[in-house]
């Protein structure tokens, strides 16, 4: 099967350099790490990836130090439900990802979401809000739509209400920014308000997790995030491989995949517009987005049932996401790029959804 729906947006999860760094990792650390991080888990690998991770986010959060966590979800619940307490409220916006969403609901503090995008609505909460403490949190690029949050406009508003801005970059972090910073140095963005979260088993290709924030941030997690201190540390060969992956990311191949990558997107975005030109179909609508996700949004479930079938009947793997992933009547094939895919891959895609637009099977 051709894949269009991994988030190995570089294609390094089998790349040669990281199969044989987690093959030196377990020869070097073993492969458990045999306990958690406050007893006796947290190895030199660990903290190496973390000071690695802490200097890449050092130009978008000054003195950022950084945590690693087993994966995303965890690191979402530890940070949600540790800044999240009686002391605070927390904005979400309404599309944010699953985790974000039960970390919230974990935390003490109330949480008041916003239509997706309606900064206007945030900002007239955030006025409203009475807690000393106010955390707003959104996902940098939505998973399910591909489209960035307009995190300078978030920015400001944080500034305005004194709030933290908690950012999760699970699709940004090695793909956007100056050498796949993420979508922080995507935007420019620089202040000690920022908290950063990104997983290591997108773009990265590894597995597992971080949190990037000013040391307050960190101690606390450290000091009272549940989902960090009682919890198995994860396999130190995976953060000496995260390592490994950081280096080929901010280095000219990884330069060169990201390239590789953009082109992609355009290559299908021109493909998919044009097929919708010629062959309208008042059903399909192809997402806002610029990056690696893109969706096809087709409406009914059956409908995207039925699409993802007859590609599955060609070889090709886009899964067809329904409801309560997304809003109910926007179920859509979630098509994801990698910078493993050729043109030839891309436009094998958009043939077989002209043939089927066209109603030839
Ligand atoms: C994948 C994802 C997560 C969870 O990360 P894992 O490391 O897979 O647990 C969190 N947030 C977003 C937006 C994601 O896409």
Known sequence: MLAFCSNDYLGLANHPVLIEALAEGARRFGVGSGASHLISGHTRAHAQLEDELADRLAPCIPGAQALSFCTGYMANLALLTTLGDASATIFADKLNHASLVDGALLAQAPLQRYAH????????????????????????????????????????????????????????????????????SHFGLNSERLIYMATLGKAVGVGGAFVAAHPVVIDTLVQS??????????????????????????????????????????????????????????????????????????????????????????????????????????????????????RDDVNALTDALAQVAKGER
């Open 117 to 184: 995008g309606r900064l206007d609505v945030l900002a007239g909460q955030l006025g409203r809000c009475q807690t000393p403490v106010k955390l707003i949190v959104t996902d940098a690029v939505f998973s399910m739509d591909g489209d960035l949050a307009d995190l300078p406009a978030l920015l400001s508003l944080a500034e305005e209400h004194d709030a933290w801005l908690f950012i999760d970059d699970a699709h940004g972090f090695g793909v956007l920014g100056e050498r796949g910073r993420g979508t922080l």
């Open 225 to 342: 995030a549940r989902s960090y201190i009682y919890t198995t540390a994860a396999p130190p060969a995976l953060a000496h491989a995260a390592s490994a992956s950081l280096r080929l990311i901010a280095s000219d191949e990884g330069e060169a995949q990201r390239v590789q990558l953009r082109q992609s997107i355009t290559t299908l975005r021109r493909g998919l517009s044009a097929l919708l030109e010629d062959s309208p179909r008042h059903d399909w609508r192809l997402a806002d987005s610029g990056t690696a996700i893109q969706a096809l949004i087709v409406g009914d479930n059956d409908a995207a049932l039925s699409l993802a079938a007859t590609l599955d009947a060609r070889d090709l793997w886009v899964p067809a996401i329904r409801p309560p992933t997304v809003p109910v009547g926007s179920a859509r094939l979630r098509i994801t790029l990698s910078a493993a895919h050729t």
